[in-house]
């Protein structure tokens, strides 16, 4: 079976987690999907594939003949996909690419546009599948699932090829961050990693964003707006004029490469109470810290205007750029780097502008870098991903095997 084949019917399940939830996973429906990989990965014949009562899959590929005594890997990715649209109910759609604009929904007037995004260039001659343009596509992460599955099922079905040992992850949670928080390290018996969760073909990202959460709590004082003067403290002005504080052009709109940025993600409210909540962003662990003091610094401007009541902030650290420690396995890049070019495919080394569970994973012991998977436009309603690209990602993990072999 071909990759793109297994991700067709991994996007049937519905597994958007929910960082609302309290409960681990988020959502219930998660665990469905991780039943059906524990399963599969049982009847490709992997060793010791179990789901546990935290949602995680874990199954082992036994090192071929002559390459036991290596120190082996891991392969991970996640079975959660985004919040930012719907991920149930997906109706992929196979088109070959001939180029120009893609009509995803021509009744809902739903375009990707190729001047929105020029990366599609590249994919002309290729059939790709994308959405009807209302929910995302779930190749973030469920690509790099079925590309793990497909490389793991060819390297157990074909003696031949030569790989190490190599143990499988299936994770919850990782787009609200909880990804690892109950993983069971015991059971990852090898001492590095790589996370399938990367975009284009090519990408090989080994640092990532430094990452906090930072959640500002405006209180305001409602009185009727007639008898209002003087009185009356709008936390929803506040809470605007808060915003205003903070450097206007270090958004994600206005940021590329290794410049770091403040996000404002959620903002709801009334007079008498809002609530803001941003993601702070950096590959340099001290502009993070920056960025953090900066939103103390607003914080206490509105206070001294307002009031010390008027605002509350709280600063969580979410994960820290894992160069810190994959920089202390260059084999881990020599590898991955060696497998693209022996397939003719040019390693583009690229700090994530984001984060995976890699980020803290290479904090945990298991230095993780992070692979291609093939897909474009994650969190998206514009969300791809190549049937070509899919194949050749599958190829990148079974040669990786082979250099580490």
């Not at 502009?287 to 914080?299: G, P, S, T, V």
Request: glycine share 8%.
């Amino acid at each position: 079976m071909r990759a793109y084949e297994r991700f067709l019917n991994y996007i049937s399940f519905d597994t958007q987690s929910d960082e609302k939830s309290t409960t681990f996973p988020s959502t219930a429906k998660q665990l469905r999907l991780a039943e059906h990989l524990r399963d599969e990965l049982k009847a490709i014949g992997a060793e010791d594939a179990t789901l546990d009562e935290n949602g995680y899959v874990y199954a082992t590929i036994p090192a071929s003949p002559g390459s036991e005594g290596k120190p082996g890997f891991a392969l991970i990715a996640h079975m959660d996909t985004a919040l930012e649209l719907p991920g149930a109910n997906i109706k992929p759609q196979i088109i070959e690419y001939k180029g120009g604009d893609i009509v995803l929904n021509e009744k809902l007037g739903i375009t990707t546009k190729l001047s929105d995004f020029p990366d599609l260039e590249e994919s002309i001659g290729e059939h790709l599948i994308v959405t009807d343009g209302t929910t995302l596509l779930g190749a973030d992460d469920k690509a790099g699932i079925a590309e793990i599955m497909t490389a793991a099922e060819q390297l157990l079905s074909d003696t031949t090829l030569k790989h190490p040992k190599i143990v499988i992850v299936f994770t919850p949670d990782e787009e609200i961050g909880r990804g690892v928080d109950k993983i069971d390290m015991s059971k990852i018996t090898v001492p590095v990693g790589f996370t399938a969760d990367g975009g284009k073909v090519g990408e090989l990202e080994w640092e990532t964003f430094n990452a906090s959460r930072v959640a500002v709590t405006i209180h305001g004082i409602s009185v009727h707006p007639g008898y209002a003067k003087g009185k009356m403290r709008n936390a929803l002005l506040v809470a605007m004029e808060y915003n205003m504080l903070l450097p206007q052009h270090e958004i994600p709109f206005c940021t590329e490469n290794r410049e770091g940025f403040y996000h404002l993600a959620e903002f709801n409210g009334t007079i008498e109470t809002a609530v803001l909540s941003y993601m702070l962003r950096d590959h340099d662990a001290k502009k993070l810290k920056e960025r953090e003091e900066m939103m103390e610094k607003a914080a206490s401007f509105i206070k001294n205007k307002y009031g010390e009541d008027a605002i509350e902030i709280s600063i969580t650290e979410m994960y820290r750029n894992m160069g810190e420690e994959v920089s202390k396995h260059p084999e881990l890049i020599k590898a991955a780097s060696n497998a693209m070019e022996s397939l003719g495919i040019k390693a583009d080394i690229q700090p994530v502008r984001g984060g995976t569970d890699g980020s803290r994973l290479s904090f945990m012991g298991l230095p993780c870098p992070n692979i291609c998977t093939g897909g474009h436009n994650g969190h998206s309603r514009h969300e791809y991903v190549s049937i070509e690209s899919m194949d050749k990602c599958t190829e990148i993990l079974i040669r990786i095997a082979a250099k580490l072999a």
